[in-house]
């Protein structure tokens, strides 16, 4: 069926749906959603699926365990977003170099070295850009494990400047 065919059978109710969607649209334009975010919750490629963090700190996609391969700094990036739902802004990122050492530290069995500790703090340096490098090493293994539109929702993003998170509802980020 048609747009024509739908709108021929039940004009009224058609244009009152219509004109709901373009106050609603409106709404969330004023509340500083973009078309391109809109555009995203509207055509998903797939439903979104568990996102699962075994114990040794794999990171699998579903039941299937789909995994989503990272170099070990980059997932430490990773988890600490994961870790925190509210967001950060990458301003504030030298407030969280010592979670994220923790985190590295049990991503690499065999210790920090200089080199590592160095890297910890570059990436928490916000007058660098290893963090923006390690957000898009995420970006890349999330759209080539699932496509870009759907990979959406589980990489880390924001405003320039404002706030950085992962979108993903926690109920479905299982912690085994």
Same mark, same amino acid.
């Given at each position: @069926? ?12 058609? =244009? ?42 794999? &990171? ?23 870790? /925190?739902?509210?967001?950060? @802004? ?11 050492? /923790? ?16 890297? &910890?703090?570059?990436?928490? =340096?916000?007058?660098? =850009? ?6 898009? *090493? ?5 759209? =080539? ?14 405003? *320039? ?16």
């Amino acid at each position: @069926m048609t747009n024509t065919d739908i709108n021929s059978e039940k004009p009224e109710l058609y =244009n009152t749906l219509v004109e709901e969607v373009r106050e609603k649209v409106q709404k969330l334009k004023e509340l500083g959603m973009t078309e391109k975010e809109m555009a995203t919750l509207l055509h998903t490629e797939q439903p979104l699926v568990k996102l699962i963090v075994s114990k040794n700190f794999r &990171i699998y996609l579903s039941d299937e365990r789909k995994e989503i391969p990272m170099e070990p700094l980059v997932k430490a990036v990773y988890l600490l977003f994961l870790k /925190h739902p509210e967001g950060i @802004m990458f301003k504030c990122l030298p407030d969280y170099r010592k979670e994220l050492t /923790h985190i590295y530290d049990k991503l690499r069995p065999w210790g920090l070295t200089d080199r590592a500790i160095q890297s &910890i703090e570059d990436v928490t =340096n916000p007058l660098l =850009n290893s963090i923006n490098e390690k957000c898009a *090493r995420i970006r890349k293994a999330f759209v =080539n494990a699932m496509g870009s539109k759907t990979a959406e929702t589980y990489i880390i993003k924001g405003m *320039r400047g404002g706030i950085k998170k992962i979108a993903l509802p926690r109920d479905l980020v299982i912690w085994e």
